[in-house]
């Protein structure tokens, strides 16, 4: 058996790897096309002010030559499973090169809303790596993102922030571990609320209802997704 000293070199070189493939720039090319995958986030992404098509537009902005094509595949209530359920119909039959995936809000929302479930732990990290395997397989980059806010407070005293922290945690550590690049939107989230929410409001900073995105979080989430493209 390997002691954790003999290891320890290869640990580094898997991390050291893993930093650099998920920190270069996605070169993108002619013809690309870009698959928003994701819940009623991004199902309202696609509307004249929403992140997707702020990112559209910014990225035809700077690429006129290339043609890139966004598509926005969003539906309000989902969680993971019900992307795993539609991932084939919506993303794979697209042909993609670029996959971004926004989930988490619902599987732990729903805990709390009245005839709803929310999706455990270990049935939501399960999800999440079909998911990505299977984009992976198909030969398309994945980008995942962690699950935003329910709550704009930044004292922690939302009523979901532990449970959101748990899946957020998840799906940083699913990044890790399949190699894919992350966009940590309930880090930026938070920070960003720590310093332009003083009166710990429980929204209309970056949301207009605790979850949904206002123009304000629209470009918020746009900036942040651009960041994990390359295109700072």
Known sequence: MNTISERKPTLLLVALVLLVGCSTRISLRSGDRIVFFGDSITELGVKPNGYVTLIKEELNSRHPDLGIEVIGAGISGNKVTDLLNRLGRDVLDKKPNVV??????????????????????????????????????????????????????????????????EYASISRRVTMELGVRVCDLRKSFIEHLSQHNKDNKEQDILTYDRVHLNDAGNRFVAQEILKSLGEQ
């Open 100 to 165: 971004v995936i926004y989930i988490g809000i619902n599987d732990v929302w729903h805990w709390v809303l009245k005839n709803l479930k929310g999706t455990p732990k270990d049935e939501y990290e399960r999800g999440l790596r079909e998911i990505i395997a299977r984009i992976q397989y198909s030969g398309a980059e994945v980008i995942l993102c962690t699950p935003s806010v329910i709550g704009e407070k930044h004292d922690g005293t939302n009523p979901q922030d532990a449970m959101l922290e």
